[in-house]
């Protein structure tokens, strides 16, 4: 979708951390995976593991646009701390674009949890 989006704009730049499971790692994430299936949800099932809902911190983005002399953006996250995280390195973000599909039936309640537990944005 970024991608797609890059295109259509015709300029912009795609910053993709390598922070699998919101930063707790992949082996974790497979057992959070496990904690899901037996009732948590996506923040109850980290937070049993012993991580914070999110374990990212979203520093690099920031020092990696200012090194390529960026200093304004526009996000496209549903994420309210990646929004929080660029301005705190000094990045302007103007406006913050919805990252959005039409969700599955399997995961809106993922989606709602998302929204009402971590603050991400969606437009519906």
């Not at 930063?23 to 948590?40: C, E, P, S, W």
């Not at 999110?54 to 496209?76: S, W, Y």
């Not at 000094?90 to 969700?103: F, K, L, M, S, Y």
Request: charged residues 30%.
């Amino acid at each position: 979708m970024a991608l797609a989006m890059i295109r259509d704009e015709g300029a912009g730049i795609l910053i993709y951390e390598q922070q699998e499971g919101r930063g707790i790692g992949l082996m974790a994430k497979l057992q959070a995976y496990a904690l899901q299936d037996a009732g948590l949800d996506t923040v109850e099932a980290n937070e049993r593991l012993g991580f914070k809902a999110d374990q990212r911190d979203f520093a690099l983005p920031g020092e990696m646009l200012k090194t390529l002399g960026v200093t304004r953006v526009r996000l496209l996250s549903n994420n309210p701390d990646k929004v929080e995280a660029l301005q705190r390195s000094g990045i302007e973000v103007v406006e913050r674009v919805p990252c959005e599909v039409t969700p599955s039936p399997h995961a809106e309640e993922y989606l709602k949890t998302k929204k009402e537990k971590l603050g991400h944005l969606f437009t519906s």
